[in-house]
């Protein structure tokens, strides 16, 4: 069994890249809510449809006081063209050590056609300014996900 985050643990510490010059770390949202997901492929169809329906609520997260934050095992390049065709205002972060995929408990053994390989588990973390994980997602289905994030926060 595996690293595993659940509602009312610490978040783990993160620090990684979202772009050639910058990077971002859990210290960046202290104080600010953050919705954090996790997902496993740029320009897949699940991935494509997750992140437009949280750029599309962008604005209704503002407003909860709530930051968004994807990260996925691909490179700060693979982001930048990923945001480009789409059109995306959201800030994604480049894990490809995988160290924070595992660190959240999201790195797994998955299974497809009885081949087993490692990959993201589509999950998503709300965060409290205080820190501390607030509400748990696994095995995300993205249809309906980011307003279900979206009531969540603006509860918190």
Not at 33 to 46: A, E, I, N, Q, W
């Amino acid at each position: 069994m595996g690293i595993t985050c659940e509602v009312g643990d610490v978040a783990p510490p993160f620090d990684l890249q979202i772009d050639p010059e910058n990077r971002v770390s859990l210290k960046n949202f202290l104080g600010k809510k953050l919705v954090l997901y996790f997902y496993p492929k740029d320009d897949t169809s699940g991935c494509t449809a997750e992140a437009i329906a949280f750029n599309g609520l962008r604005k209704d997260f503002d407003k909860a006081g709530t930051a968004i934050l994807g990260v996925s095992p691909d490179s700060v390049k693979s982001h930048a063209k990923f945001k480009a065709k789409h059109g995306l205002d959201l800030e994604l972060a480049a894990d490809e050590d995988k160290a924070m995929l595992e660190a959240y408990g999201v790195w797994v053994e998955k299974s497809m056609y009885g081949r087993k390989y490692m990959g993201v588990e589509r999950s998503t973390f709300l965060i409290g300014p205080d820190g501390r994980i607030a509400r748990v997602w696994r095995k995300v289905k993205v249809p309906g996900h980011a307003e279900e994030a979206l009531a969540a926060a603006r509860a918190l």
